[in-house]
Each structure stands twice: as structure tokens, then as C-alpha cells.
């Protein structure tokens, strides 16, 4: 874990400080969200069709939109603002709500779905905040002239922005972004909830 992304955000001691460190841990997080893909997969409830494809068509809009996402970033270095981005700051975090939620609700089980909600609370204010506190660092100005009307991971508007030159690159989203490797996770994951349902 590296100690910055506590140290920038409070350095409380004791079981705060514990909870600090948790939440900020980003591997953590990351690494929970994939396993909670193949916990809603394990236990799901059997058959229910219209429920797994429901779930199944929400997930794969949030992989859709991480994929544009972040095709458009080169992190730390430009300020993304248009596009995705002109609808809320973290769009990336609103692809991953769209992919658990929707395998959660393929799941049918609501332990599952109690699950997911208590990991996107526990987690995703504190990952805001750690983002918003570094972007902000970065590009200053620019960052707050920009993020003043834009919300953090839910839209509150449909005022799409775009710019023709910041233009989409597969190769940065799939291979530098790392999407190739959680659109094969996710498929994986999808294919073994279809087969537990079916058994």
C-alpha cells in the first residue's frame, strides 16, 4: 500500500486509521471488485432468464462505457473533460456500479446484492475524494474550473461535450488501460454465473 494516499487524506491512528488505510487501498478495492464478480457468478440463484439477461445487458453497458472511457485518458498527464467526462468526473467508477450492479441482479441472491452495496459504500466516497484531492493537485485550475458543475460518478445531466481532438484509441483504453484484461475477466465471470444458474 503506499502511504502518499493515506498521508493526503488524513493520518488518523487506531481503528480509524485502519478503516484509512482499507478504504484508500486501491489494489484492495480493485482486486474485492473482481472477486465479488465471481461471488454474485458462485451464488447465484437458479435459472430466472429474464433477470440473468437484465443483468447480464447492465454489466455490459458498464464494461461499454469503462472501454470509451478509457480510451480518452492519459492519466496524470491530461485532464480529461469532455466526452464521458462532461458528464461526471469518474466514469470509470460509474462503468464498475453498472458491472456489479448488473451481476448482482443476475444473481438473484440478495446476500449478494447486500454485498455489492456495502463494498461500493465502504470503498468508492473514499476513492472520490482521493481522486478529486490528486487531480487536483495536478492540474489546479483547470481541474476546478472543470469539475465545479460536474458530479462524481452519477450524471445529473445529459450535456455531452464533445472534443475532435481528444479522439477515442483502442489501444490506449484495451492495452495501456488494462480494459482487455477486465472485459476477459468479466466474460469469464458471466459465463460461469450462466452455468451455476443452469444447474
Known amino acids: 500500500m503506499t502511504s502518499s494516499r493515506i498521508e493526503k487524506m488524513g493520518n488518523r491512528t487506531g481503528l480509524a486509521g485502519l478503516i484509512d488505510r482499507l478504504r484508500y487501498h486501491e489494489a484492495s478495492r480493485q ?10 457468478a458462485y451464488f447465484t440463484a437458479p435459472a430466472g432468464e429474464p433477470r440473468i439477461f437484465l443483468g447480464f445487458a447492465l454489466a ?10 478509457a480510451g480518452v485518458i492519459h492519466k496524470n498527464r491530461q485532464l480529461a473533460s469532455t466526452g464521458a467526462y462532461s458528464l461526471v468526473r469518474h466514469p470509470l467508477y460509474l462503468g464498475n456500479f453498472l458491472i456489479l450492479v448488473g451481476f448482482a441482479i443476475a444473481s ?9 452495496a456495502c463494498f461500493f459504500a465502504f470503498y468508492y466516497p473514499a476513492a472520490i475524494r482521493y481522486e478529486d484531492h490528486k487531480l487536483e493537485g495536478i492540474f489546479g485550475d483547470e481541474w476546478r474550473a472543470w469539475s465545479r458543475n460536474i458530479p462524481g460518478m452519477f450524471p445529473t445531466s445529459l450535456k455531452w461535450k464533445s472534443n475532435p481532438d481528444a479522439e477515442w484509441d483502442l489501444r490506449q483504453s484495451m492495452i495501456r488501460n488494462g480494459e482487455l484484461v477486465y472485459t476477459v475477466f468479466e466474460v469469464g465471470a458471466g459465463i460461469l454465473l450462466w452455468y451455476r444458474a443452469a444447474g
Open 31 to 40: 482486486g474485492l471488485g473482481l472477486i465479488l464478480l465471481l461471488v454474485c
Open 60 to 69: 455490459a453497458i458498464g464494461q461499454a462505457w469503462r472501454i470509451y472511457a
Open 108 to 116: 438473484g441472491n440478495g446476500y449478494v446484492v447486500a454485498a455489492v
